[in-house]
C-alpha cells in the first residue's frame, strides 16, 4: 500500500498496473480491471482522478459500472489505497473518438484501408439504408 498521496500523472501512470490488479474482482457485470485497460488517458485534477476513454462502448460500460453505489465505493477505496488519497472518479470520452467517426465510412473499415494500402481504389461508395 502506498501512504503518500500522488500528485502528478506520472505518478498514477506509475501505479497504473497495481490499481488494474487490484480491481480485477470488481463489478457487478463488467470487470473494472479488464475495462480500465481501454483507458487512454488519466489525470487528476483538482481531487478527482479524470479517467478518458477512447471508444463510447467503453465509457458506457464503465459508467453502468460506477453508477452502482457499491462498485463505485469499492473503485473509490482500491483507488485510496493505491494512491495513498480519496478521489473523485470522472470519465469522459475522448475528442479523438468523435473525429474518427466523421469522414468517409470506407475510410472508417480497417479492411477498405487494407486493400487501399495494396492499390485499390474506392469508385462509389453507398451508405445502408
Known sequence: ???????????????????????????????LGALLRGCKERKIKDDTLVLTFLHSSHLER???????????????????????????????LSSNEVRSVRGPIGQQSHLVRAAQSLGARIVEERSKP
Open 1 to 31: 500500500m502506498n501512504l503518500r498521496a500522488i500528485a502528478t500523472g506520472d505518478s498514477i501512470d506509475e501505479h497504473w498496473n497495481e490499481l488494474l490488479r487490484s480491481l480485477r474482482q470488481t463489478g457487478k457485470r463488467f470487470n
Open 62 to 92: 464503465i459508467n453502468s459500472e460506477i453508477e452502482d453505489p457499491l462498485v463505485n465505493g469499492q473503485f473509490e477505496s482500491v483507488v485510496e489505497n493505491v494512491l495513498g488519497k480519496k478521489y473523485k472518479i470522472s470519465v469522459e
